[in-house]
């Protein structure tokens, strides 16, 4: 079992529709990162979170500390969010080492 | 527009030539990280510095690579001689760390070094 479990592996929404990622893990952790790879490969930072939740335009990550779990959320999805989702965590116990999901496709189509 | 500079963005090599990628970090950034993206394996972290110190290479094959900052506006990734299973895209990241190791910015990549060895 991995150490960070994303879901869906790939996902493909109609432009408007509401998208949700999730994100478990199963460690004890001190930050967690939602990167996005556009298709060209460049990657982007999109959140870092401890705790609660953040929002950035029509972007919001939740995290649950309790449960292990965090959730990306994209409102009113456009084709150009069209993207690999990344979470990745940082073990309490391995300093500033990242650990990497698998990421999920997101496809939004016009 | 702070952002962390890679070079060469791609590179074609025979197997067994020197390879050497350059990142420059954000400035005032204090912990640069390395990492190696394969359809594979994913995204893996080779190496990562704090203040140009190495703290942890341990994802890093230490017979043909190695890792060094020569100075705070320079990260440099080599690989000696490099094999076409060192094919892949490597990522260079950067982040300000402040207290007790925990991040204090999120990680700022690069647009990443396409390394194809054949």
């Known amino acids: 079992k991995n150490e960070v479990e994303q879901s869906p592996q790939n996902l493909t929404a109609q432009e408007g529709e509401f998208i949700t990622i999730n994100c478990s893990y199963s460690?004890?952790?001190?930050?967690l990162h939602w990167l996005q790879q556009h298709p060209g490969g460049g990657i982007v930072s999109l959140f870092m979170?401890?705790?609660g939740k953040k929002k950035h335009g029509r972007l919001i990550a939740t995290i649950n500390i309790q449960e292990k779990h965090s959730s990306l959320h994209i409102t009113a999805s456009h084709p150009r969010d069209s993207a690999v989702y990344i979470c990745?965590?940082?073990?309490?116990?391995?300093?500033?080492?990242?650990?990497f999901g698998e990421g999920t496709q997101l496809t939004v189509n016009p | 527009d702070a952002r962390v500079t890679q070079t060469p963005r791609h590179k074609v090599t025979e197997m067994g030539q020197e390879v050497t990628m350059r990142c420059q970090p954000i400035?005032?950034?204090?912990?640069v990280f390395w990492y190696r993206q394969t359809m594979m394996q994913g995204l893996e972290l080779l190496a990562y510095?704090?203040?140009?110190?190495?703290?942890?290479d341990s994802g890093m094959p230490k017979d043909r690579f190695s890792a060094e900052m020569p100075d705070a506006t320079l990260a440099t990734l080599k690989i000696q001689p490099s094999e076409p299973r060192d094919s892949a895209v490597y990522f260079c990241?950067?982040?300000?760390?402040?207290?007790?190791?925990?991040?204090?910015?999120?990680?700022?990549f690069g647009q990443g070094t396409r390394l194809t060895v054949v």
């Open positions: 990241a950067s982040g300000l760390v402040r207290f007790l190791g925990r991040p204090s910015t999120e990680a700022f």
């Open positions: 460690v004890g952790i001190s930050a």
């Open positions: 979170l401890s705790s």
């Open positions: 990745a965590v940082r073990a309490e116990t391995s300093g500033s080492r990242l650990t």
């Open positions: 400035l005032g950034h204090n912990t």
């Open positions: 510095f704090r203040n140009r110190a190495p703290l942890d």
